[in-house]
Every structure is written in structure tokens, then in C-alpha cells.
């Protein structure tokens, strides 16, 4: 078995350990004491009026604590001096209720509250350190001070620190003056903030507002515009009635697509070239009397045209009245009522070619149906012509007729026979030649009936029977008749769509007709200008929040 090993219990003395030799830190001389490096040195405050405090005896013990906390309120200690305090009471375990209360019990007690050294005794060497809980060695001071000191450089000249706030009491006049002096270094940045926005707002809107006003009323040349209005309309009755023309009517195209789809073509590059081709429309925009801001150059692309026309011709459409406005723009009044004019005439001209190949599409197909129709006519009469000749006939139903006569003559006949026949059997002694001649005749009766109803029903030698030739013309006539009611059909229709085809389906509908102005509509300098003044002033808000926000979050 295995036992638990057993430690020896062993006390641990603290002696002190001999320090080694360590280089010494930078900054400090060889052979010099480390502790030097932590004593008192100057707090800048040089001769200023406020001497560090010196160690005071204790008060005496009639005066109150309230008095004697008034009586270092009224020393005017800086705020270093009070933190420094408060850190030594903290070091000595005094409970203070305020920085000149830890004054007044650290004095109370004998000891500076504003000495610096003694709060690196623990660090001094030589001395123990006192901390709460367990000791620590004598050397432990040593070594701490030399860990700090080759952690840390210490500078050749200490900085020089700010000035300490001044403890001399204004009086009503000094104090006076110095508001008034305040308000008017206030009043000296509030006018020189005024002074650059009103630079600012003077350069990037007045300036450039002024400018555009100045483009407006003196240099801008003056434009005319011609205003027109049209509807698209469809033509009444022009599909009218049954049959084919229901179906032109059903296969019409909506006013308000017709309305849409001119508006577009008016906008687009092919309403442009023709009308530069047909009136000259770059040649106009061309002159130079006009404006350089709106004139064309002699060499002008066809985009550097179209840019210009979009800008001259203003084309928009309510759909809920299905009216196209159109506004044409000019330097001169009657080349604008021109061009006015030309784009309705081509935009009429569009709208009809929208049904033209509609309309063309219905004429061919009334043509093929008629010509389709007529020639099934004559098929079903060629049909007729052949069974006809066939059988050897004209009219099966009145040869069917005759044979049927036939038959029921000589069924006629052969009742009489018989009826005779039987009367010379009822006879004792009937005469035989009589008898053989009555049934001479009966057989030859019933022949002739069988060899009439085998020429209704029967095929013989190849030729069809009466009957069959009967029922197949009976078909081919009746498919005549159909053909020919329907080659009626056709012809009444391909007429409606031959009327449908030379009339017009779409129309343009003059509301307003265009007339040339007699005074310029263009520029509209004041709105222009309004206009302009308000573009810059956005423009500048949107750019001076940006700079502060941008300013702001840089900062913060």
C-alpha cells in the first residue's frame, strides 16, 4: 500500500535579502541616491503670492472646526494644493468630509498636508512601508524605486505648468469694466460672423442670382410659343352593322393608346428630322440673333438638335379628358404657328397609319374569302353536272317520278289480272287458253314492276341507281345553295371593307388651332430670376448644413 507523503511545516522569516548593484536609471548621476528623484520639487508656482504651506501646530481646542475650515477657505489654496491634501489623508487614514476638512485634521495632527515626499516613504530606502495586511520587506522600498525609475524617464526640465487661477477680488468697477469688455469682444465676433455670412451668401447667391437676372432681361432673346390642343377621335359607322364589319369594330385600338403613342412620336428624333428637313428647323435655331445660350451652331449634331427641340416643343397629355397639348416655341411668331401646324399634320398623318395596315389586312382577307367562296360555288356545280351527265338525266327527281308512275300503272294492271285470273278459276270449266293467256299477262306485269324498281335501287352494267344518283345530287345541290349563300356573304362584306379601307378611321380633332402670338411668351425674367434666387439659396443651405455636420463629427 501507499502512503500520503508528509511536508514539513516550515516558517518563513523575513530578513532582509542585500540588494545587487543595478545600473543606475537614466537621468541620474552614478552614486546618487534614487530618493532624491522623489522629493520636493518646484510646483511652478514661483513667486506668485501663494507659498506652499508650512506645517502648522495644532489649533487650539476652543476654536470650532467650522471656523477653522472658513479660516483655510479664506488661504485661497489652489486646486492642486487640495488634491494633494486629499491624497495624503487618504495615505494616513483620515476620513475627511471635504479637501479643506483633510487640511484642517492633517494640521491638527502635525502633519504637511502639502508635502509631496511623504507620499513615496514606501519607496524611500532604509524606511518601511506601511500597508495594511502584511508587512512588507525593508528592501521592498529599494527594489520598488528602482523598478519606477527604470520604467520611467525623468525629464532634465520639468515643464513649466499654466498659471494658477488669480486670487485677487475684483471690486465693482474692475468687474464692470471686465463685462464690458466681454460684451464688446462678443459684439466683435458676432459682427465679424455677420460680416463673412453676409460675404459668403453675396458670392454664392446674390452674385450668381444677379447674373441670371442680368441674362434675363438684357441679353435672353425673346421667344415666341403657339399653343394648340387636339383629340383623337374614332370615325362613326365606318364598321358599322353585321357580320365582318362587327368584327372591324371589335378590333379597333383605344383613343387614349392612339393619344399616348402620338405624344411619343412628336418627342422622338423622327418628328425632329422631318421637320428640320421639310422647314428648317436647325437652320432657324441657327440665326444669329439669337441668344448664345440658346442658339445652334451652323454645324449642329442631330443630338445637339434634339436637345434644343425637346426644349422648344412641349407636348403633354390629360388622360383623364384624353386632350394633347402641344406648345411649339420660336423666335419668331410665325414660324411657330408653322411649326405648330406641320407637327399636327404629321401626328394626323401617324394616327392613320396606325389602322392603315389594319384596314389592309381586313381588305385582303374580305378579297381571299370572296375568291375562296366563288370558287367552292363552281366546284358544287361542276359536281352537279357530272352526276347529272352520269346517269344520262337532267332531273333525277322527275325521272324518279316518272318510273314510280310507271310502277303503279302497272300494278294497277296486274290487280286486274289477277282479279280476272281468279274469276276464270272460280269457273268449273274454265277456258284454258283464256286461263294461260290472263296468266301470260300477270307474268309479264310483274317483270316489267320488278325491272322498273330494279332501275330505282339497283346498279346494273355499271351505271348507278336512280336513287343514288338522286340522293347525291340532292347533296350537291344542297352544297350549291350554301356556297352560294355564302359567295353572297363574302361579297357584302368585302364591300364593307372596301368602304371601311377608303375612309379614314382616326382622325385629329382641332380643340385649339394654333395662332401666332403677337407678343413674346419667353423669358419670363422675373419668375426666371425668383427662380434662380431660390436654386442658389438651397443649393448654399444644403452646403453649409453639410460643412457643419461634417464639422462637428471631425470634432467631437
Not at 527594489?143 to 525623468?154: C, D, Y
Not at 437652320?283 to 443630338?303: G, M
Not at 412641349?314 to 416655341?329: A, R, S
Not at 371601311?500 to 382641332?510: C, D, G, P, S, T
Amino acid at each position: 500500500m501507499t502512503t500520503n507523503p508528509k511536508a514539513e511545516k516550515y516558517r518563513i522569516r523575513r530578513k532582509p535579502q542585500p540588494q545587487a548593484e543595478a545600473a543606475p536609471p537614466p537621468g541620474l548621476q552614478p552614486g546618487a541616491d534614487p530618493a532624491k528623484l522623489f522629493e520636493p520639487q518646484d510646483d511652478g508656482f514661483g513667486d506668485m503670492g501663494v507659498a506652499p504651506a508650512k506645517p502648522v501646530a495644532a489649533a487650539p481646542s476652543d476654536i470650532s472646526p467650522a471656523d477653522e475650515i472658513a479660516a483655510i477657505e479664506a488661504e485661497g489654496l489652489t486646486g492642486r494644493q487640495l488634491r494633494l491634501a486629499r491624497r495624503t489623508a487618504q495615505k494616513h487614514g483620515v476620513a475627511a468630509g471635504s479637501d479643506f476638512d483633510a487640511v484642517r485634521q492633517l494640521r491638527r495632527r502635525g502633519i504637511d498636508p502639502f508635502d509631496r515626499s511623504g507620499l513615496m516613504e514606501r519607496m524611500l530606502p532604509g524606511k518601511p512601508a506601511e500597508a495594511k495586511g502584511d508587512d512588507v520587506p525593508s528592501g521592498g522600498g529599494r527594489s520598488l524605486a528602482k523598478m519606477v525609475l527604470g520604467r520611467m524617464s525623468v525629464p532634465s526640465v520639468a515643464p513649466k505648468p499654466p498659471p494658477p487661477p488669480s486670487n485677487e477680488v475684483l471690486g465693482e468697477a474692475q468687474r464692470a469694466r471686465a463685462i464690458m469688455r466681454l460684451q464688446r469682444d462678443i459684439a466683435r465676433r458676432r459682427q465679424r460672423r455677420l460680416v463673412l455670412l453676409a460675404v459668403r451668401l453675396a458670392f454664392f447667391v446674390l452674385l450668381p442670382t444677379l447674373l441670371a437676372g442680368w441674362y434675363y432681361f438684357r441679353v435672353a432673346t425673346p421667344l415666341y410659343a403657339t399653343k394648340s390642343a387636339f383629340i383623337i377621335q374614332k370615325a362613326d359607322g365606318v364598321a358599322g352593322g353585321s357580320g365582318f364589319g362587327g368584327l372591324l369594330s371589335g378590333m379597333s385600338i383605344g383613343s387614349s393608346q392612339d393619344s399616348v403613342t402620338v405624344q411619343a412620336y412628336l418627342q422622338s428624333r423622327d418628328a425632329m428630322l422631318r421637320l428640320d428637313e421639310e422647314f428648317g428647323f436647325k437652320q432657324h435655331f441657327s440665326q444669329p440673333s439669337i441668344d448664345a445660350l440658346q442658339r445652334l451652331d451652323p454645324d449642329a449634331t442631330n443630338e445637339q438638335a434634339y436637345k434644343a427641340y425637346k426644349r422648344n416643343v412641349k407636348i403633354g397629355y390629360d388622360p383623364t379628358e384624353g386632350i394633347v397639348n402641344l406648345e411649339v416655341i420660336a423666335a419668331d411668331p410665325e414660324v411657330s404657328r408653322q411649326f405648330s401646324e406641320a407637327l399636327i399634320s404629321f401626328a394626323e398623318e401617324q394616327v392613320d397609319a396606325l389602322t392603315s395596315r389594319l384596314r389592309d389586312d381586313q381588305m385582303k382577307g374580305a378579297l381571299d374569302g370572296y375568291a375562296d367562296a366563288e370558287a367552292k360555288v363552281l366546284a358544287a356545280q361542276e359536281k352537279v353536272l357530272t352526276l347529272q351527265e352520269r346517269v344520262g338525266i337532267l332531273d333525277p327527281v322527275s325521272e324518279a317520278g316518272r318510273v314510280m308512275g310507271q310502277v303503279a300503272t302497272f300494278e294497277g294492271q296486274l290487280q286486274a289480272k289477277r282479279l280476272e285470273l281468279d274469276q276464270l278459276q272460280d269457273n268449273p270449266s274454265p277456258n284454258q287458253a283464256r286461263v294461260e293467256g290472263v296468266k301470260g299477262d300477270i307474268d309479264r306485269l310483274e317483270r316489267r314492276i320488278i325491272e322498273l324498281r330494279a332501275q330505282l335501287t339497283e346498279t346494273t352494267g355499271g351505271v348507278e341507281s336512280l336513287a343514288v344518283v338522286t340522293g347525291q345530287l340532292r347533296i350537291a345541290e344542297a352544297e350549291l345553295q350554301t356556297r352560294q349563300l355564302m359567295l353572297s356573304t363574302a361579297a357584302q362584306q368585302m364591300e364593307s371593307a372596301r368602304t371601311a379601307a377608303n375612309k379614314q378611321v382616326r382622325y385629329l380633332e382641332m380643340g385649339v388651332r394654333p395662332v401666332a402670338p403677337d407678343e413674346p411668351t419667353y423669358p419670363r425674367a422675373f419668375e426666371n430670376t425668383l427662380v434662380a434666387f431660390l436654386i442658389f439659396s438651397g443649393i448654399y443651405l444644403m452646403l453649409s448644413l453639410t460643412v457643419a455636420v461634417l464639422r462637428e463629427q471631425v470634432s467631437s
